[in-house]
Nanobody, 129 residues
Framework: EVRLVESGGGSVQAGGSLTLSCTAS????????IGWFRQAPGKEREGVAC????????YYADSVKGRFTISRDFTKNVVHLQMNSLKPEDSGMYLC??????????????????????WGQGTQVAVSS
């Protein structure tokens, strides 16, 4: 079983930056595919970014490319999401998710909710205009 804890959310003005962190514990043997997702009220949960453990390959949603950066600290089992040039439409609950020992998959699959077996509780991000 993988346990995930998110941190780093908060309120920021448009154009500002935030860094979210996802700390994993438990069944991390063989590495974790870690994904960041967000969900705004009344909207579906959408994949924002993810990172593979083996190749360190990173995938991003088109809406955040060039603004968000996902990175991993292997020594601490922590994945960060650096968010720059934030927009009001980036607001929502941000959750991280994990899949141990991930098989090969497409970017669309890796940014989808179905492949993940563990989820954190989320951290709130509010961007004001």
């Amino acid at each position: 079983e993988v346990r995930l804890v998110e941190s780093g959310g908060g309120s920021v003005q448009a154009g500002g930056s935030l860094t979210l962190s996802c700390t994993a514990s438990g069944d991390t043997y063989g590495g974790l595919l870690i994904g960041w997702f967000r969900q705004a009220p009344g909207k579906e949960r959408e994949g924002v970014a993810c990172i593979r453990p083996d190749t360190d390959t990173k995938y991003y949603a088109d809406s955040v490319k060039g603004r968000f950066t996902i990175s991993r600290d292997f020594t601490k089992n922590v994945v960060h999401l650096q968010m720059n040039s934030l927009k009001p439409e980036d607001s929502g609950m941000y959750l991280c998710a994990a899949l141990p020992r991930p098989p090969p998959m497409t970017p669309t699959q890796a940014l989808g909710t179905r492949v993940y077996s563990a989820w954190g509780q989320g951290t709130q991000v509010a961007v004001s205009s």
